[in-house]
Structures are given as C-alpha cells and as structure tokens.
C-alpha cells in the first residue's frame, strides 16, 4: 500500500496530472479524467491532500480553458445544428493540459461526470474547497448538462453509437457534485438538476434488464463498468434490489477467483482480469457490509503486483480469447504495468476495509 501512494506522488506530474502509465506505449504521457478522479480518490483518503488538489486544480484549468469550445458547441446544439463527436472535448490530455496529437477514441462524457464526483468528494472530506476550481466545475456542468444523452464511446472506447449506464452513472453523480459544490448559478444549477432527473428516469425507462442494469440502453449485456452506478455512483444504493442485482450478476457472470473480467465478448489483450474492477467489485461488497468478501478483492489484487510492487492493467493467466492476446503484444507491448488507476483502486478499497499501510 506504501509503494501504492509513493509511486503515485511520484509520478504525479508538475503540473497535477497523473499519467496514465509512465512506460505503456499508447499511454505514455497522457492523463484520462477518469483515471485520474479515482486516482486522486485514492490518495486523498491516504491523507495526500496537496496531490489530489493539485490534480483537481489542473482538471478545472484544463476544462475551464475550453469553456469558449463549450459555449460553442452548446449554441450550435441549441440552435438546432449537428455536433459531431470529433468536435467534442477530449478524453485524454497531454500532461501539460493540451490535447493529444495521436487519433484517440475520444468521445466520452464520463470522465467528465467522474471528476466532479471525485472534486466533491474530496473537498467534503478536506472541509474545504480547492483554490480556483469554479470556471472548470461550471463549465464541465454546461458540457454534461447540454450533451448527457448523447451517444459517445463507454468506459473502454468502444461502441460511440450507444448510450451506455456507466457514462449515464458517471453524469449522473458528477452533475449531483457539481450541484453540491454551491458554485453554479441558479440557472445552471437548475439545468443540472433537471439533467440529473432525465438520466433517472431514462435509466429507469431503457437501461434495466431483469431488474439489473445493463451495458447500453435497450441492451441485456452486463459489463463491470457497471459496478460504479452502485458504489460510488450512487445511481441505485448498493441496498437497493436494482444495485444488488447488478452487483450479485457481474459477480456472476465476471468474477472469476478474486480478479474481474469486463465483460464476456472481450478481446483486448486477450481478454483479462482487470485489477481496478477487483476493486470496484470489493468496494460494493464493503459498502455492502461484506467484509470478507471485499477483502478477498483486496488480497486478489495485492498478489498481481510485479516484485518491485507495481500493479497491472490486467493480468494474462486466464483469458477469454487467448488467440488475440498476440495482435496486441506486436501493436503495443506487453500489458500496462504500472497502472496508476490500479494503485488508485487499491488505495480506495484499503481504506474502505479500513487497511492502512
């Protein structure tokens, strides 16, 4: 768990970003928002409190100086015209704040909905706010609350023709965030709020199946993303059936001896075990009050570490389609190693457990 934070503060950028992973060839040098929220989540309740806000301060000036893009996009989306998703904001950013020169699937709105969820958690858990944040939150709040219902890539940039539950989630708990922060105006916060009400209800409508919720609207495929609609999204408590549906069926379907596949169909890198979704799968069961079953997560993702201590993206020893595992070795290298989010992962879980180093 020690080398976990250290490894983190380390690498974490001057700027505030924290890279994705420092050797990965198709990830060096850039910061997802999403991976960084929970990132950030993680050290912040390890006591890291100067590193989250730092990286919370470089998310709002990133947004915040596309607040110009954004009023754009949202003027022409009013008016009526198309807006395509390559003229929407990135998923990814350089280190330094710009956008990345490498074509990217790069249409996604949860990353967005995640920071402002980890923003808030964070400066609750602090007491405090973090310095200069009100242009970015209020401007990631416009984004969200005028695009929401757009069809953009998931979690794992696949399928930007449908509207996914995680991203639905994510925006969900962010626009809730952004709202609790107290920095939007009463317009924007009622916009938000009439947001947040439209997903329930879509949700409600189109994104449950047998009680569960599901990949993509209209869909009966269960993907791990999922989990976080539960715990910490909130979308349905971790008490409610449709919360503990979910959990117990991606359990089910994913779970496989403490690591946690994405979803049955896949083929990136083979199709492993993820490490981070062993954590959010831990995370419900001790939201849950199953302490013994979070904890076999925990021990699961400790063992994957390397012998220096780093954690993976996934692990490789029982994959779903072995015979794609090559194509990727021969395009980008071996397997993400470190993974920042992983270590993220790893810190949330411990402290829900109660584990400290």
Not at 74 to 95: D, I, K, N
């Amino acid at each position: 768990m020690s080398h976990s934070l250290d490894m983190i503060q380390r690498l974490q950028s001057p700027t505030g970003a924290y890279p994705a992973s420092p050797t990965f060839s198709a990830y060096r040098g850039y910061s997802w928002l999403r991976d960084g929220a929970f990132i950030a989540e993680g050290v912040s309740r390890h006591g890291d409190a100067a590193g989250a806000d730092a990286f919370h301060a470089w998310c709002a000036r990133v947004i915040g100086d596309r607040a110009g893009q954004v009023d754009s996009l949202v003027s022409r989306a009013g008016r009526g015209e198309p807006v395509s998703p390559a003229e929407m904001l990135p998923t990814r950013f350089t280190l330094d704040g710009v956008d990345g020169d490498v074509d990217w699937w790069d249409f996604q709105l949860d990353g967005y909905g995640t920071w402002l969820w980890a923003l808030r958690e964070h400066s609750f858990r602090q007491g405090r706010a973090v310095p200069g944040v009100e242009k970015g939150v209020r401007t990631a709040a416009r984004y969200l609350t005028s695009f929401w219902d757009m069809p953009c890539y998931d979690w794992w940039e696949e399928h930007v023709e449908q509207r996914h539950v995680a991203t639905l989630g994510a925006v969900h708990a962010g626009l809730r965030a952004a709202i609790a922060l107290g920095v939007l105006s009463g317009p924007e916060s009622a916009a938000a709020g009439q947001a947040v009400e439209g997903i329930a209800a879509l949700v409600a409508a189109e994104g449950l199946f047998g009680g569960r919720f599901t990949k993509w609207l209209g869909s009966d495929a269960v993907d791990a993303s999922l989990l976080a609609c539960v715990e910490p999204f909130g979308l349905y408590a971790a008490d409610h059936p449709v919360g503990a549906a979910t959990v117990a069926e991606v359990e089910r379907q994913l779970a496989v001896d403490g690591g946690v596949y994405r979803y049955l169909a896949d083929t990136f890198y083979g199709g492993g075990r993820w490490v981070l979704l062993a954590g959010f799968l831990g995370w419900n069961h001790a939201r849950a009050g199953r302490h013994e079953e979070a904890l076999r997560y925990l021990d699961w993702m400790a063992a994957q570490a390397t012998a220096e201590g780093d954690l993976p993206e996934q692990v490789s020893d029982r994959l779903l389609a072995p015979e794609r595992l090559q194509e990727w070795l021969d395009r980008w290298g071996t397997v993400a190693t470190p993974l920042l989010w992983s270590h993220g992962m790893y810190l949330i879980l411990a402290d829900e457990l109660g584990v400290r180093a």
